[in-house]
């Protein structure tokens, strides 16, 4: 029987697809299944990651940019849908558990950042934060490398674009009022639902659907270009939910939309959600949903038809003159808010990022957070 971790999102080491052997000990746990609905928490651990250089660079048509900055490998968001998951396994990782509880750190990831900006070769443009994992995961408060990396950017005037699931972003509000005085910093807020209880379900770690509007209403009220990414829309489990998402960001001050779909159809995915279905409400016709799935998952371009109809019923119901539009093949479906004027830098990200294999090494534990 396989029990939930509190607070975490997968619930088992699964094989890495490098390894020849593998051993899962998260197996041996003293619980009594009949006594306990959840598995305990166990802890984080944070390793040094000493990488050589910190700007990431892409060709990728499926990329709505080129180079980005990760200052941690894993994340401790512990989102079940993560499309980065995987690339923890270029680190000797598992995908699973060891994603969200191993955090390799890059303590110096600002003065890599200062080297590469000074570098002849360095063509100025977007740097995204970040393309794979989250810079403003829990960790990001007390170690605030994600910070110094914009006290670079905001020397240098360099622009950067901003994803991410937590409110803690607003701590940076007084570097990114700096750069956006030189049109050269944008936001987007991530919100998959609106329902607190789906939401702890699927992103244990991550800020409340509540606090992610609040920190909406916040970075507009500064003076910052924000918007929101309704990512990823989970067919069958949140697609319903695009249209009153994009109504509440909007009334909290979002400037420009955007989403992406997954519709992954390897059987792992599909099995992880039915037990999101499940978890999220057991008696609210699970099966029912579960049929919406499959139906939606066997048709991504069906989806993509409905998400963009239900995007532009919302728009017009919060204001008659806004239009839907998609953009280039870098940029697709991108929604404007058309009551406001639309920044200089825009993002919307596609689950078909590539993890660059590891340069770091994993040998010096930082330290390790209470369970």
């Known amino acids: 029987m ?34 306990e609905e959840e598995r305990p928490r166990g802890a984080t651990r944070y390793f040094r990651d000493r990488s050589k250089t910190i700007i990431t660079r892409n060709n ?23 499309y980065a998951r995987p690339t923890h396994e270029y680190l000797g990782f598992s995908a699973g558990l060891d994603f969200e509880s191993k955090i390799m750190v890059k303590t110096d990831a600002p003065e890599l950042l200062r080297a590469e900006l000074e570098s002849r070769h360095w063509q100025p443009q977007v740097i995204v934060m970040s393309g794979v994992t989250d810079p403003y995961q829990p960790v990001e408060k007390q170690l605030r490398i994600t910070r ?12 950067v674009a901003i994803i991410t699931k937590n409110r803690l972003v607003t701590r940076d ?35 409340s659907p509540e606090a992610r509007l609040e920190a ?19 067919p069958g489990l949140t697609d ?3 249209p009153k998402i994009l109504e509440a960001c909007a009334q909290a001050g979002a400037q420009f939309a955007g989403y992406t779909i997954a519709h992954d159809r390897r ?6 959600n039915r037990l999101a279905l499940r978890s999220w409400s057991p008696s609210r016709g699970h099966r029912r949903a579960e049929a919406a799935f499959d139906s939606f998952v066997s048709s991504s371009a069906r ?13 017009s119901a919060e204001a008659p003159s806004a239009s839907l539009r998609t953009g280039s093949a870098r940029r697709p479906y991108l929604a404007d808010f058309a009551s406001v004027t639309r920044p200089k830098i825009d993002v919307v990200v596609s689950p078909k990022l590539r993890g660059p294999r590891s340069t770091s090494s994993r040998d010096h534990q930082l330290f390790q957070t209470a369970p």
């Open 267 to 272: 059987r792992d995915f599909c099995r992880t």
């Open 148 to 159: 110094g990396c914009l006290e670079v950017l905001a020397k240098f005037r360099n622009p």
């Open 240 to 242: 319903h939910e695009a």
């Open 2 to 35: 396989t029990l939930l971790i509190h607070g975490r999102g997968a619930s088992a080491n699964p094989a890495n697809r490098f390894e020849k052997l593998h051993v899962d000990l998260t197996d041996v746990v003293d619980v009594d299944p009949a006594e």
């Open 60 to 82: 990728s048509p499926d990329v709505g940019f080129e180079t980005s900055v990760n200052p941690y490998r894993g994340c401790e968001h512990g989102c079940i849908y993560c």
């Open 216 to 234: 909406v209403k916040q970075l507009r009220a500064a003076g910052i270009p924000v918007g929101v990414m309704v990512a990823p829309i989970i």
């Open 303 to 315: 989806t993509a038809d409905f998400v963009l109809e239900t995007a532009r019923c919302a728009l």
């Open 173 to 207: 509000v007084d570097l990114l009022q700096e750069l956006a005085k030189f049109d050269a910093a944008a936001v987007n807020i991530s919100i998959t639902s609106l329902d607190p209880k789906l939401q702890r379900v699927l992103e244990p770690r991550t800020s």
